[in-house]
């Protein structure tokens, strides 16, 4: 079957006309099933996974794949980029789609575009959705006859040539998609059963830095949701040099030397990613973490005078993470959390608690929450000692875990605030039930 590359961002974004659009929806409701219907295999890059990693992978596809739909909402620049990349070398069959209400800018705006309602909740809207899957699929089978000249440069400058593209690097091109697919399937049942049985599919990889980068994040991530920490540094310290110092393997591979009590490492490796790439709420939300623990570690110890420094720096770290992006509650409820447990309480917090609280009720209004979002809506009711909404935060919660991390850090947030709130008298026992109720998932 023929393969059709989709160009489009990743997961819920907000556009510049404040708009939020549920891309992951968009794939699976409009775009997979119209390419479906065309009689066409969808790929979708996952290279976003990797902070933006533009990889061989996405490359191929763009010259490859024989068809491609380009979602244009938001202007998102990788996808004008992956769309500049697919005209210059294809003079036809790239089918682009925007949701209604957004402006194309100029150089793409005489292009014949397919566009979409979206919903209250992000979603497309239910309304015109099979009406608009037809008519995506009708462009692509229109393709298909090589009727459809789509790219600008083939249209005006007809003495602009057409590169030869090597159908057998094509044919191998399709069977590594069906190869990475593949592997794919094996972790995703192997992440059920054990660390033993990841490490037997990396085993069969061969080397690291030759695999398909998707696959590899794949198996890092797959390695951390086993909390296999030190098995996730040495596969990181594998990875091609690209892959492994982009973004998100540099913050996992702090996360995990600070699981494998490499405190100063994973220190010294956020903050050189801060230095060269810029502050982020997820590069500060785990040095905030990194923090968090020595602070914990020098109470055990009984050093009162270091604790309160490194809880110092904790807070300032989770709040620098909150303003690089407000809409990211995660550092902002732990930097809430931090100044409850403060000696004394950090009277910033009060006025803090209704911007966090506003933030992930925001996110989750959106239609696509986690179980981040509830998990921050269960701490914020613990601080403010709401058994109504901490027991509604926690079923919550409890239905949309997804990895036993989660809870298990969640439940360490919340013995915190309990052993803050004993020591002034102010413990209520539903509080415990809450943290045991965690913890035992945790375990599962």
């Known amino acids: ?227 296999a920490f030190s098995q996730m540094i040495q596969l990181i310290e594998k990875m091609s040099p690209a892959l492994r110092q982009t973004v998100m393997v540099q913050e996992q591979y702090a996360l995990a030397l600070n699981r494998e009590k490499q405190p100063d490492k994973a220190e010294s490796v956020l903050l050189e990613l801060i230095k060269k790439r810029g502050p982020t709420s997820e590069t500060y939300g785990i040095l905030g973490r990194v923090y968090k623990d020595q602070w914990e570690a020098a109470l055990k110890a009984g050093d009162e005078f270091l604790a309160q420094g490194i809880l110092d720096k904790a807070i300032e770290a989770y709040l620098k993470g909150f303003e690089a992006d407000w809409r990211d509650a995660y550092p902002g409820v732990n930097a809430v959390t931090l100044m409850e447990l403060h000696d004394p309480p950090d009277p910033r917090r009060m006025d803090l608690i209704p911007v966090v609280r506003y933030s992930v009720e925001r996110r989750i209004s959106k239609g696509a929450p986690d179980y981040w979002d509830y998990a921050t809506l269960l701490e914020l009711a613990m601080l403010a000692s709401d058994q109504q909404k901490a027991f509604a935060a926690l079923s919550s919660s409890l239905a949309a875990i997804r990895e036993i991390f989660e809870p298990d850090t969640t439940a360490r947030n919340l013995r915190l605030i309990v052993e803050a709130k004993g020591k002034r008298g102010e413990l209520q026992p539903w509080m415990e039930k809450v943290v045991e109720k965690l913890a035992e998932r945790a375990k599962a």
């Open 1 to 227: 079957m023929q393969l059709c590359f989709v160009l489009m961002p990743f997961g819920i974004k907000t556009g510049p006309d404040g708009r939020t659009i549920n891309f992951d929806t968009v794939y699976e409701q409009l775009i997979k099933p119209a390419i479906a219907a065309a009689g066409l295999e969808p790929i979708r890059a996952d290279h976003e996974e990797a902070g933006g990693f533009i990889q061989k992978p996405m490359f191929e596809a763009l010259l490859l794949c024989e068809f491609a739909v380009a979602d244009l909402s938001n202007a998102n620049p990788n996808v004008f980029y992956e769309l500049g990349i697919r005209h210059a070398v294809r003079p036809w069959s790239t089918v682009p789609i925007m949701a209604e209400g957004g402006r194309l800018p100029i150089d793409v705006d005489a292009l014949k575009t397919v566009f979409y309602q979206i919903g209250s909740n992000g979603a497309p809207s239910p309304d015109k959705l099979e009406t608009t899957r037809n008519v995506i699929a009708g462009m692509l089978r229109e393709a298909k006859s090589g009727s459809l000249k789509d790219s600008p440069i083939y249209q005006l400058i007809d003495y602009y040539p057409q590169p030869q593209l090597d159908h057998e690097k094509a044919d191998i091109f399709r069977n590594r998609v069906k190869y990475s697919r593949e592997v794919k399937d094996k972790l995703a049942e192997a992440r059920q059963q054990s660390v033993e049985a990841l490490a037997s599919v990396e085993e069969h990889l061969g080397s690291i830095e030759d695999v398909e980068s998707g696959v590899v994040i794949d198996l890092m991530l797959s390695y951390r949701s086993r909390k």
